[in-house]
């Protein structure tokens, strides 16, 4: 008997080829049509959620998780627009990267192509289903989603509004498709399904990408975890470091791109970390430092866990380094390879920096709040990369195709 | 205690910085000192090779396996000639790919970076050796090398002789490591090595391919298997169509860019079949063929498991389809994802068949056989990567890259 997963395999097998060689314009008028149809069902996606929102409070959920799996009208509003400024977006598919005559005559060319069908794994927030869904659809590939227990009536109402309204248009429903058995099993088929799913993308907490890791046979693209730093280097401008990990820090927490650990170098450690430590003081951030952070300022002591922590919580750990070079090999040691930064003045200590450190984005004198599809100019993004294969940094359009070489020729033989 | 491939992984992590930030003129004079020192080292690397011939010949190998084993004095001055080659093509670190001013005035950059160590693990052929340690080295890329047993004593050789040559020039020897252990243990550990290997590389046969996509946890660049197909649309030039079947199939069988199955349109089968096959005869080529093959031709029964199979021998499949729709349907089951042609004289037919056959490199009126980075114009490869994800097709030195962004600002916030 084949198994619910292999189905939506299958059916999207089935469907696959339909939509990979859908043109631009047909997909905007399915794009289209789903911003139509979130709007037009605001009611019965809002019924829908606060199903999920009641067990969510009588099983104990956090306020923070609560806010984030709400859908306000405001919210379903905004996702709606979202999908419109996907439309406006250039379809990746078709466009030809390279291309040349050999001397035998043959043309070759490189093509983008669609991956074909995608198994998204995620959790808490349902915006997903449907951010990930139009972008897959936009990039011609089919879509299996797969998002948790504690959102399945959201995503169950949102899928069958986005399915509806992509048949509406004469698109197969099943470019869509979301996994309704939300048990732990149903995930490791999916990792495991490399017959039909060609790209898992896993997004959520560590937990969550390091199972799909370890346990995936399909291909994946990692996503999510940061563990980012702020470097202040000795002649930093110290009132713009106050204003970069502030920043960092506190204007959104929970996201992957806040910063978690304050590295600082020990000539400036005693004028800047009280600067920095008052104005995180006005959001209660706590603060985890190593011995001469403690000395300098009366915070708790780091333990080694700290370094690795991505808390997306108002706490921060903080290490006093003696050189640029102790610096990045912290940061080396400890990142999750996502977002970095230094403030500094000095030539030679951002060019190093920004060499030596091993991860997807890497800035001078700017906030880590920026690895973003939308503010690096690329349009909306499925996730932030933090592999070195495929794709890093944000990924968008683009990084949901693959190539194919296309050779034309008139006999020519090898 | 650390195990032995646990510690050739952090030798590996000592250096790849180092050799990251390398300039192209020292990476190439560290090829060249290679180049020089297998030409200078030519008998004690066959005194080895020899080791290695005459276990395998009391092992029983066969005549074909040994062939490839064997390192004759061309066969080593061909492999140095290749290093020189390397040092000739463009360097891919610190290649930038894209950058933009976004309107906060942050300056976006993507660049070309080393993926960091490769772990290549591969079957008998010792020039694997040289070739995957070359290409590593020139993209900046730390490299574990793991052959096979067979070639253990041919491979220490060149692995020394490497090592020693880079040596000499002062650049680390843990650029290049051989493991020397080559029990199925060490290949398994490589495959779950994420904290010391970026990227795994497996080159052989279907078995050892499909061993690593299952146990890797590390991210895997799949290469090589090729069940590729020669389809004979109705229109095709008969001449041509032989031509081209007669050099995809023997010009070289053993490789994975060699055509394994055949499909013809069943309007020009009764004609053009007995053409191809008197043209395969003069290599003894087997065919077998379906029901209809069978009837025009006097051949083996095509079993279901022959539409599958990579024979690399001068074995072929041959299928009769009622249509252009058939014969895409046929390989798109059937096919390994690496290359296929078609031969036709149609406009739509051409253009139905590179738009919707799924594989990494699709032909119209042209052999198989120039599936590889050197024919593409690309330079040399490290294989032929038959997934979708980071690379698909031939894989040279770009594709041992991946980028980074960095991003420079004068105290941007969010």
């Given at each position: 008997m084949v198994s619910y997963i292999t189905t939506l395999g299958q059916n999207a097998k089935q469907v696959r080829d339909t939509l990979a060689a859908a043109s631009s314009?047909?997909?905007?008028?399915?794009?289209?049509?789903?911003?139509?149809?979130?709007?037009?069902?605001?009611?019965?996606?809002?019924?829908?959620?606060?199903?999920?929102?009641?067990?969510?409070?009588?099983?104990?959920?956090?306020?923070?998780?609560?806010?984030?799996?709400?859908?306000?009208?405001?919210r379903i509003r905004g996702i709606a627009g979202g999908v419109r400024e996907v439309v406006a977006l250039p379809d990746p598919v078709g466009v030809v990267e390279k291309g040349s005559v050999r001397p035998n005559g043959l043309m070759i060319e490189s093509v983008r192509v669609p991956l074909g069908t995608i198994g998204m794994i995620y959790e808490a927030r349902p915006n997903v289903t449907v951010d990930a869904a139009v972008?897959?659809?936009?990039?011609?590939?089919?879509?299996?989603?797969?998002?948790?227990?504690?959102?399945?009536?959201?995503?169950?109402?949102?899928?069958?509004v986005m399915r509806r309204a992509i048949g509406s248009v004469g698109m197969p429903e099943d470019c869509i498709q979301l996994v309704e058995d939300t048990s732990h099993e149903t995930a490791g088929e999916m990792m495991r399904l490399n017959d039909y799913i060609d790209v898992l993308i896993p997004r959520g907490g560590a937990g969550l990408i390091n199972r799909v890791v370890s346990d995936a046979t399909v291909p994946v693209i990692q996503t999510g975890v940061g563990n980012c730093h702020v470097y202040v280097d000795k002649t930093a401008d110290e009132a713009m470091a106050v204003k970069i990990v502030y920043n960092a820090k506190t204007s959104r927490p929970s996201v992957c791109n806040a910063a978690e650990s304050l590295v600082v170098h020990r000539a400036v450690a005693a004028s800047v970390l009280p600067k920095i430590k008052a104005a995180l003081d006005e959001k209660n951030v706590i603060l985890y430092g190593d011995e001469t952070a403690c000395?300098?300022?009366?915070?708790?002591?780091?333990?080694?866990?700290?370094?690795?922590?991505?808390?997306?919580?108002?706490k921060m750990s903080v290490k006093v380094v003696d050189s640029l070079e102790e610096a990045i090999a912290h940061i080396n040691r400890y990142s999750t390879g996502h977002s970095e930064a230094i403030v500094t003045n000095d030539y030679q200590s951002a060019q190093q920096f920004t060499a030596r450190v091993n991860s997807s984005a890497v800035y001078v004198n700017a906030s880590t709040r920026f690895t973003d599809g939308g503010e690096f100019g690329f349009g909306a993004e499925i996730g932030i990369s933090t592999q070195k294969l495929h794709a890093r940094g944000p990924i968008g359009l683009p990084e949901l195709t693959t190539n194919k070489f296309i050779i034309r020729g008139s006999g020519q033989i090898r």
């Open positions: 314009a047909d997909k905007n008028k399915a794009l289209l049509a789903i911003a139509d149809a979130l709007e037009a069902n605001i009611e019965a996606i809002q019924a829908a959620n606060d199903l999920d929102l009641t067990n969510g409070k009588s099983n104990g959920m956090s306020q923070s998780l609560l806010d984030r799996l709400a859908l306000s009208e405001e972008l897959c659809l936009k990039s011609g590939n089919a879509v299996i989603l797969r998002g948790g227990k504690e959102a399945i009536h959201s995503n169950k109402a949102l899928a069958d000395s300098i300022l009366n915070i708790e002591p780091a333990a080694e866990d700290d370094w690795g922590r991505e808390y997306l919580d108002y």
